[in-house]
């Protein structure tokens, strides 16, 4: 059983930043997948950005240049750096990790890009 916990999330005004971090239970975190999804009112969740166990990123279209995705295995920690903050990134945040046999997600954290 792996135990994720995301924080991180806040309430920004367009154009800034935020760091979210999520944090994994257990002894076996270097060798998951990791993934950032989002979901926002009344739209299906969506990936954000992945990572390999390696350290391998990758984007969706509309974070990429923004956002950063980034891993501390020692700290069984993966961060999303997110920068240039639009109202339209408004979403629950939540982190997935894929344990090969088995998925797990956090509960989700809030970020609201408003003025």
């Known amino acids: 059983q792996v135990h994720l916990v995301e924080s991180g999330g806040a309430l920004v005004q367009p154009g800034g930043s935020l760091r979210l971090s999520c944090a994994a239970s257990?002894?076996?975190?270097?060798?998951?997948?990791m993934a950032w999804y989002r979901q926002a009112p009344g739209k299906q969740r969506e990936l954000v950005a992945r990572?390999?166990?390696?350290?391998?990123?990758n984007y969706a279209g509309s974070v990429k240049g923004r956002f950063t995705i980034s891993r501390d295995n020692a700290k069984n920690t993966m961060y999303l750096q997110m920068n240039s903050l639009k109202p339209e990134d408004t979403a629950v945040y939540y982190c997935?990790?894929?344990?090969?046999?088995?998925?797990?997600w956090g509960q989700g954290t809030q970020v609201t890009v408003s003025s």
């Open positions: 997935y990790a894929n344990a090969v046999t088995k998925a797990y």
């Open positions: 257990g002894n076996s975190f270097s060798f998951y997948a």
């Open positions: 990572i390999t166990s390696g350290g391998a990123p």
